[in-house]
């Protein structure tokens, strides 16, 4: 597996880079097993100088840091620069509040006295994947630091130097070697990372297969894992619901990013009184997304991220319309260099489409008509993923409780499903397990360790 640059706005190869050898590896390891033992007795005020620097460098550095996500994925330039804030609002909230997070949490046991001591566990191995670069790896190595532990982080291989830039950012924060390690390494080798007994734990966000693999290999070596994988996401449109800003959060919620995101709304479940309201307002919305240089402000829609995404989407839109699927709009890719896919749209879909069960990774929207609640929620269910949902509607009680029948990890009311630092992240069934970021997201890595004091003559 090669790491490469590859410019998605023109299909050009612009750099590439070596994998390191089975020595560099096995050396890099050991400096970060060594480099923990240090790293976990230091003061919340030394892990924090250097992940607020972090933050800081972030800041000062958003132009080149955003242009080396649209450059390497085709992320449009506005929303790289806010992939970048976001990512430094992440290492600015945990380089904040995690003293407070992991203060130890006192017992009342019947008998003395108790308490729970969060402790760091070790050199921590992260899989991240492509569409969200720097935001992936800042909501796993913020907290994760600032517990003590250690990362080691194995990136996309298609954005290499994204990777190579956080590893700087942190450098130049004064991490020392061993903190944090960027890897370039094949897929073939993470089950041996993964048994190592260096690496006490894996987190992974990316796709089914990925998250099965990296799951049987932890339980192998009895190592926890946390996966975040991929997700299906219904946007539910009641009745009562303002329709103008419900269109405008649906083009949004479906559009951001490309469509590439494991949180973008893709099945929009529509009551049947606004069905036809929501869809002519949605199709003029996404007529207005026009393909563009990803580089430039003023583009609305850029390219995906690959050749091979392009393919596979265009594959997965021709499956479910051979299924019995209606095609409402586009379909096709756009006839022009680069991997630009139409707007798309699909109604009528039978169970058996491709539409139907499988995650839709780019610009495509599904719309089904329901007539009531109980039709909506069954259909929302319908999925083997469960990572995120929303609910449109003037009813803000009756919104929450048809979003305690979601089986979803995250429900939003009034917003498409999304992401900020202290709000938990994660799912449920085939969307994986474990949560990220808020005062959750800090725990999972630890040890929370019981110490007991008893008076010596209690029997």
């Known amino acids: 597996m090669a790491y490469k640059t590859v410019n998605p706005f023109t299909g050009v190869e612009i750099k590439s880079f070596d994998e390191i050898s089975k020595k560099e590896l096995d050396g890099k390891l050991k400096k ?15 892990r924090k100088k250097i992940i607020q620097k972090v933050a800081d460098l ?18 449009r330039i506005k929303e790289s620069e806010s992939e970048v804030e976001l990512s430094a609002s992440i290492y600015q909230y945990y380089a904040t509040n995690a003293e407070h997070f992991l203060a130890d949490t006192a017992l009342t046991p019947e008998k003395g006295s108790a308490y729970v001591r969060k402790e760091p566990i ?16 800042a909501r796993f190595a913020a907290p994760n630091i600032m517990a003590g532990n250690c990362i080691m982080l194995k990136h996309a291989s298609n954005v290499p130097q994204c990777a ?4 700087k950012l942190f450098t130049d924060a004064g991490a020392p070697a061993g903190l944090y390690t960027n890897l370039f390494i094949s897929t073939d080798s993470i089950e041996d990372v993964i048994a190592d007994p260096v690496i006490k734990a894996v987190s992974l966000t990316g796709s089914e297969k990925a998250g099965a693999s990296v799951a049987a290999a932890a339980g192998k070596n009895l190592k926890k894992s946390v996966l975040e994988l991929g997700g299906s996401d219904p946007f539910i449109v009641l009745e009562d619901a303002d329709m103008d800003t419900t269109v405008n959060w649906a083009v949004y919620g479906r559009m951001q990013n490309c469509g590439q ?7 929009f479940i529509v009551m049947d009184k606004v069905y036809d309201e ?6 003029a919305g996404l007529q207005k997304m026009e393909p563009g240089d990803p580089m430039l402000e003023a583009t609305k829609l850029g390219p995906l991220s690959s050749k091979s995404a392009l393919e596979g989407l265009e594959e997965q839109v021709e499956k479910s319309i051979k299924a019995g699927a ?6 096709k890719r756009f006839n022009m260099k680069g991997y630009f896919m139409q707007p798309t749209i699909l109604a009528d879909i039978p ?13 495509v929207a599904s719309v089904y008509r329901v007539n009531s609640e109980d039709e909506a929620v069954t259909l929302a269910n319908a999925t083997r993923f469960g990572l995120g949902g929303a609910i449109f509607t003037t009813d803000e009680k009756r919104g929450q409780k048809l979003a305690e029948r979601i089986n979803t990890g995250m429900v939003f009311i009034n917003h498409p499903t999304g992401s900020q630092p202290d709000l938990p992240f994660g799912g449920t069934g085939q969307s994986g397990y474990g949560r990220e970021l808020s005062s959750l997201g800090i725990d999972e890595f630890l040890n929370k360790k019981l110490i007991r004091t008893s008076d010596i003559n209690d029997k």
Not at 36 to 43: C, D, T, Y
Not at 164 to 167: N, S, V, Y
Not at 261 to 267: D, E, G, P, Q, V
Request: charged share 25%.
């Open 278 to 283: 929501f869809l002519e307002k949605f199709i």
């Open 164 to 167: 190579l830039a956080i590893e």
């Open 351 to 363: 169970k058996d489409a491709a539409a139907y069960h499988e995650e839709l990774f780019g610009p």
């Open 326 to 331: 209606k095609l409402l709009m586009g379909g």
């Open 32 to 46: 970060a097993a060594a480099f923990f033992e240090i790293w976990r007795k230091n003061s919340f005020d030394d």
């Open 122 to 137: 070790g050199v921590l191995l992260g899989i991240e994947p492509w569409n969200y670069p720097y935001y992936q790896v």
């Open 261 to 267: 995101a494991c949180i973008a709304a893709k099945r």
């Open 58 to 75: 972030m800041r000062e550095r958003s132009d080149e840091l955003a242009a080396l996500i649209t450059l390497e994925m085709g992320k």
